[in-house]
């Protein structure tokens, strides 16, 4: 632990001058990283089953969607079996994966607000505090628990 002009470090070695954030919004920033990775892999099994594809596991939130989309129409126009449902599911789980994006690319100088360099500058982030990851938490949770349900295969 360094004891110089900047203080101690916090207890995995980053220098509190770094990143001055509290333990709960860390916790709360991993499961947004954690959950995110979580609807990424049930969006590819979706995918997988719906679509009788190899796999998309480590694809992208906007790469899965379009795929997702693809499969939709060529289901329906085939008049195959298509709940209704889960093109919310899916849409639900790509909204909460926007909100993760922005949490997870944004810089932090303080838990109360945050930011994104984005082309034409940067933009405040809508979800600062604690309060607000543990919302975008509840949505990840609900979008890994939303995709659950079609996780069968229309093959079998």
Do not use: C
Not at 53 to 68: C, M, N, T, V, Y
Not at 75 to 89: H, M, Q, S, V
Not at 90 to 103: G, K, P, Q, Y
């Amino acid at each position: 632990m360094s004891d110089g002009v900047y203080g101690l470090d916090d207890d995995f070695g980053v220098p509190r001058r770094m990143l001055n954030l509290s333990d709960d919004f860390y916790g709360g920033l991993g499961r947004v990283a954690a959950l995110g990775a979580l609807v990424e892999l049930r969006l590819s099994n979706v995918i997988v089953l719906w679509g009788n594809d190899a796999s998309d596991e480590g694809q992208p939130i906007h790469h899965l969607s379009k795929r997702f989309k693809k499969i939709r129409t060529a289901r329906i126009e085939a008049g195959y079996e298509f709940p209704a449902g889960l093109t919310d599911a899916v849409a639900a789980a790509t909204d909460a994966m926007a909100e993760r994006n922005e949490l997870l690319h944004s810089m932090w100088p303080a838990e109360t607000s945050g930011w994104r360099n984005r082309p034409g500058g940067t933009t405040t982030t809508r979800y600062a505090g604690v309060p607000a990851v543990r919302e975008v938490i509840g949505r990840l949770v609900a979008a890994v628990e939303g995709l659950g349900p079609y996780l069968r295969s229309p093959f079998d």
